[in-house]
Nanobody
């Protein structure tokens, strides 16, 4: 049974930093592309970043240059370092996993999901 467990979300002031973690189990972690999505109150889910098994990554334009995704295959964990946080980054952040060769930001193309971790940015 695949499990993805996020952690690290909390209340932070604008301009601050947070690092989210996602621990994976029940899958062969090093062959999966791992991703982060987020959903703000009243808004649709939004792609944030992904990292392939080879370490290639991609980011949403809204976080490019501020967020960094990384993975530690020895720990079966993916991270999201978030810097220069602003109010628009407030959301529940979800970790996801996929084996798709042709990557997509469509939630339906990511079969495995965590339960989410809340990030709240205050002014």
């Amino acid at each position: 049974q695949v499990q993805l467990v996020e952690s690290g979300g909390e209340l932070v002031q604008a301009g601050g930093s947070l690092r989210l973690s996602c621990a994976a189990s029940g899958l062969t972690f090093n062959i999966y592309t791992m991703g982060w999505f987020r959903q703000a109150p009243g808004k649709e889910s939004e792609f944030v970043a992904w990292i392939t098994r080879d370490g290639d990554n991609a980011y949403a334009a809204s976080v490019e240059g501020r967020f960094t995704i990384s993975r530690d295959n020895a720990k079966n964990t993916v991270y999201l370092q978030m810097n220069s946080l602003n109010l628009e980054d407030t959301a529940v952040y979800y970790c996801a996993a996929t084996q798709r060769v042709f990557l997509s930001t469509n939630r339906g193309d990511w079969p495995y999901w965590g339960q989410g971790t809340q990030v709240t940015v205050s002014s």
